[in-house]
């Protein structure tokens, strides 16, 4: 059995199943919406903008070349992604 994380300052901590979220404190109410082989997708409300945000956590992105090559071309996407909404 493995022990509680130590709390982080600023952050709170989300557990879904086996993925386990460290999410800024503004972010409040987490709740799952999706996933798939590369990750979970919860919503959530910004406190400091009053807007609803989707948080995507990625599973094990450095697990092998693959898994690391998806994460950087997500990565390398949104980077090019310019919309008000799309933030990282």
């Given at each position: 059995?493995?022990?509680p994380?130590?709390?982080?300052?600023?952050?709170?901590?989300?557990?879904f199943?086996?993925?386990?979220?460290?999410?800024?404190?503004?972010?409040?109410?987490l709740?799952?919406?999706?996933?798939?082989?590369?990750?979970?997708v919860?919503?959530?409300?910004?406190?400091?903008?009053?807007?609803?945000?989707?948080?995507?956590?990625?599973?094990?992105?450095?697990?092998?070349?693959?898994?690391?090559?998806?994460?950087y071309?997500?990565?390398?996407?949104?980077?090019?992604?310019?919309?008000?909404?799309?933030?990282?």
């Amino acid at each position: 059995m493995t022990s509680p994380a130590p709390p982080r300052d600023g952050f709170t901590q989300h557990v879904f199943g086996d993925a386990e979220f460290w999410v800024p404190e503004r972010y409040i109410n987490l709740e799952p919406k999706g996933g798939g082989a590369q990750g979970l997708v919860c919503a959530a409300v910004d406190t400091v903008t009053q807007q609803n945000v989707a948080i995507k956590k990625l599973s094990r992105p450095f697990q092998n070349v693959t898994h690391a090559k998806r994460a950087y071309r997500e990565f390398k996407l949104m980077k090019l992604v310019n919309h008000k909404n799309v933030s990282w």
